[in-house]
């Protein structure tokens, strides 16, 4: 496999360790495709574009956006403001512990095929609207450089 495989699949992983409550989803590239059970709690990966980066010789370089996704059901009230800003903070506070995680020295354990890891920018708490309900998620995104040596 390739380097970019493998750390998105570390990355899959990671998060279903820090988020033992929340399910994968299975399109996180069209959140309202999935069922509403599993936007209510989960987590998905998106994989961006790709530009190629100077490289080492023999080596080809590139970086790639890479998104991770993090939904959460608000429950409407009309009178009563508090379930949403309460499910705006759990997700601000998800998004930081993916932040952190991934950002840490090591933490993904694939320093050697990772040359890069930045985060560059989340999208703020948006709707999303599911078959019966809607849900707060936000995007992080961050730009992951890879090396592939040619074959």
Do not use: H, W
């Amino acid at each position: 496999m390739s380097n970019v495989s493998d750390v998105l699949d570390v990355m899959r992983l990671k998060l279903a360790t820090l988020f033992p409550d929340k399910l994968e989803m299975s399109n996180p590239y069209s959140l309202e495709q999935n069922q509403s059970i599993i936007l209510e709690n989960a987590y998905g990966v998106k994989v961006g574009p790709a530009s190629l980066v100077e490289g080492e010789f023999c080596n080809y370089s590139s970086q790639r956006e890479i998104g991770i996704i993090l939904t959460a059901f608000c429950p409407k009230t009309d009178a009563d403001s508090t379930p949403f800003i309460e499910t705006t903070k759990s997700l601000l506070d998800d998004a930081n512990t993916v932040v952190g995680n991934f950002m840490a020295n090591n933490q993904l354990d694939v320093e050697n095929k990772i040359r890069i890891l930045d985060f560059t920018n989340d999208s703020g708490i948006s709707f999303v609207y599911g078959e019966k309900y809607s849900y707060l998620y936000i995007e992080l995104s961050f730009n992951l450089t890879t090396s592939e040596v040619y074959p």
